[in-house]
T-cell receptor
């Protein structure tokens, strides 16, 4: 079956620190990979995605590279801001299955 | 990406009652999904709702408890029936976009007393 394992939180950082959230996956076939972000009191927003091996998704200073050899899709940002405080979810979807498999979520708090 | 709205945004309900949550999309979509997010947890898929057919429920979710309607390509409802405090969650709808991407509504925050 399909599954996503995500780094446990919570993660607390100071402003301008480097952020990495690890995500590894197991999938039948070749999945598309996603990072979603949930700001306090809001729904999920798509942060970035990658649909094939070696693709790099990027948005709002965040990046993640689809690594087939290590079955990983780690999220990184070089300099976080207080406004990046949120819960981050790694997810995958396999072609023609349409269902999203989510990781457990990682709560990130950035202090000024 | 689609613009998705949900009503109500939040509600407080008494046990034993039912609540219907509406999901409206600004464009026609084939596939819509309903998720539950229990406090501090990840998302769990309740069911997939396609227009013109019965919803497909995931293991652990049944139609009597979570009836779903999908009358057209821009609208769906989820009813949480005979509620108990364990139903207190955020309920989110989503739609299927390009390249297996799903876009989510803002969620409905439900508290059952």
């Amino acid at each position: 079956g399909n599954s996503v394992t995500q780094m446990e939180g919570p993660v607390t950082l100071s402003e301008e620190a480097f952020l990495t959230i690890n995500c590894t996956y197991t999938a039948t076939g070749y999945p598309s990979l996603f990072w979603y972000v949930q700001y306090p009191g809001e729904g999920l927003q798509l942060l970035l995605k990658a649909t094939k091996a070696d693709d790099k998704g990027s948005n709002k200073g965040f990046e993640a590279t689809y690594r087939k050899e290590t079955t990983s899709f780690h999220l990184e940002k070089g300099s976080v801001q207080v406004s990046d405080s949120a819960v981050y979810f790694c997810a995958l979807s396999v072609f023609n299955d349409y269902k999203l498999s989510f990781g457990a979520g990682t709560t990130v708090t950035v202090r000024a | 990406s689609a613009v998705i709205s949900q009503k109500p945004s939040r509600d407080i309900c008494q046990r034993g009652t039912s609540l219907t949550i509406q999901c409206q999309v600004d464009s026609q979509v084939t596939m819509m999904f309903w998720y539950r997010q229990q406090p501090g947890q990840s998302l769990t898929l309740i069911a997939t709702a396609n227009q013109g057919s019965e919803a497909t429920y995931e293991s652990g979710f049944v139609i009597d408890k979570f009836p779903i309607s999908r009358p057209n390509l821009t609208f769906s409802t989820l009813t949480v029936s005979n509620m108990s405090p364990e139903d207190s969650s955020i309920y989110l709808c989503s739609v299927q976009g390009f390249q297996e991407t799903q876009y989510f509504g803002p969620g409905t925050r439900l508290l059952v007393l």
